[in-house]
């Protein structure tokens, strides 16, 4: 089958996600056959290196052998069981690793199969926890702008990407929308030239926190993405943020829930953002790397309190009613497991420091780009956002959709970028090379040269 046939054969059967499918009139479908590390390759042997770990997930690179190994294992024995009555030792296992190496206090996982799926549970956890200690006005959300929690209406509610969320805010809760600490330079009323990034968080803060006071007795829940709004265009803010919230939260009887389902995994330089911090969330969602990017699964950690408000007589009505199929599905949690037993081999989160420098000091040259407005990175996370001044912090307009001729450029070099409007970034798996950083950077430069000119 060649290449053409089958982009032409997805066309017409498939509808892809996040695309405008008449843009693939013109802009072709890229098939890919197989994958292996960092490298994708297409059914005519074309490698490109996925740059985004494919949607952030593939931390370890594409089929590493020991989860790879354990999912085959898997097979052997239990493909799936429902978790409603039933148990098996992959999800005890995996349970029992993640409530030992998240943050102190969080001691029980509810299994869901994506991160939008993790959002709804936590929210509703949430809010239901309230219900159930009798105190029902508890019932609003506090959310970010620019930030974003999945796509399902609750979690798509207590995002701020309008892109995704103004065409279904008639079916959607409303939120409290408080300024995100995003220290971008590109803000209009944003982080001042010469304002440190804690500065800048703290003084954020003071909004987020006359709004906390004034309303506490109607907010059931804060939601962050911690440090990084991923979706937002790779915004980043100081860990100082979430130390003043959490504290802001104990005492004013909110709970924090952190979306670390980007973050998560030693992304960020810690094996969880909000440990920049050194605070404990009341809910923690986790998804994406959690399997290495194998197969679909995402869970919510809670702690002790939340689970006992509905601990009871099953006649007092309290009980948690949430569910979806393959909650908990032994593959998919023995996959988790092989993903963290690869963190256990060996110190990743050194390695991602030096990988993490590498990349900041091979993309030096972008700092002083003429239409580079930040270069900004926390961990193995790098953005540079692009704009058509960045002195008068005019960005360029959307409709010339300038990162996506990076995002040709880039894929005629072999390099997959996925571009957030003008923000190109990387992401890349874990498990690349220096000499692979190298070609990847080279590639960024090249490509933001590319969709900057006239």
Partial sequence: MSLPDLAARSRAVVWHPCTQMQDHEWLPLVPVAKAEGVWLETPDGQRIL??????????????HPVIVDHLKRQLDTLDHVLLAGFTHEPVVSLSEKLVAMTPEGLSRCFYADNGSAAVEVALKMS???WRNIGRPEKQRFVTLSNSYHGETLGALAVGDTGMYRDTYAPLMLTPITVPSPD????????RQPGEGWEDYSRRRFSDTLAVLEARAAEICAVIVEPLVQCAGGMRMYHPIYLELLRKACSRLDIHLIVDEIATGFGRTGQMFACEWANIAPDFMCLSKGLTGGTLPLAVTLTTETVYDAFYDDYRSGKAFLHSHSYTGNPLAC??????????????????????????WTQTARLRQHPHV??????????????A???SRREPFPAEERRGLRAYQYALEQGVLLRPLGNTLYLMPPFVISPREIERLCEVLIAAVDVACAP
């Fill in 50 to 63: 996925d740059a985004v770990s494919s949607w952030w997930t593939n931390i370890f690179g594409h089929r």
């Fill in 127 to 129: 809010f239901h926890y």
């Fill in 183 to 190: 220290c971008s330079l590109m803000q209009p009323h944003g």
């Fill in 334 to 359: 023995a996959t988790a497991l092989g993903t963290l037993a690869v963190f256990e081999s060996c110190d990743w989160l050194s390695i991602n420091r030096g990988l993490g420098q590498l990349m």
């Fill in 373 to 386: 407005a930040e270069v900004r990175q926390q961990g193995m996370i790098l953005a540079v956002e692009m």
């Fill in 388 to 390: 058509k001044a960045p």
